[in-house]
């Protein structure tokens, strides 16, 4: 049953990867790679969050920097810069729950101006969900780029052919 979990995950968010892959436009060689690196990372996120309890930052960090080593060593292959395989990629693991719950919040704090309890309740809750969200966001962009930053020639190298 555990399996069943993780690979019905990887598998969800390869179905992601790949649509947001696809209004990006990119090579139709880079469409496998952008399936398998989201379905990894994501899978790599849900077994840290769900067997492991970490948190949803330190886990999308993890997610995120193993898509961005294999976006590193994938682009090779592909012929494309990073970019083109981690950005699809990472988006399915945005969090969006969290980006929900942070405007509905900010709507009924709004409609609950007369009553300071609830406006207090929504505000807590406003702040919280931001705060997750920016996080997590934060870190993925973070976990991502980081390859780049161990490997500089690597990453300069995979656009170009050898002579």
Sequence with gaps: ????????????AAIAGIGFGAISNPPLRAFRYIALLAAVG?????????????EIATASLAGAFIIGMGSLWFGK???????VLYIPALL??????FAYNMVFSL???LHSMD???????YMDMFFSNTMVTITVVFLLAVGATFPLFLFPKRASSLTRHKI
């Design 42 to 54: 994501h899978a790599c996120r849900y077994c840290l969050m769900t067997f492991s309890g970490v």
């Design 77 to 83: 292959k592909v012929h494309s810069p990073m970019t």
């Design 115 to 121: 009553d300071p309890v609830e406006k207090m309740k």
């Design 1 to 12: 049953m555990i399996a069943i979990n993780i690979l019905s995950d990887a598998f969800f």
């Design 92 to 97: 399915p693991m945005i969090p969006g729950k």
């Design 107 to 109: 709507i009924m704090f």
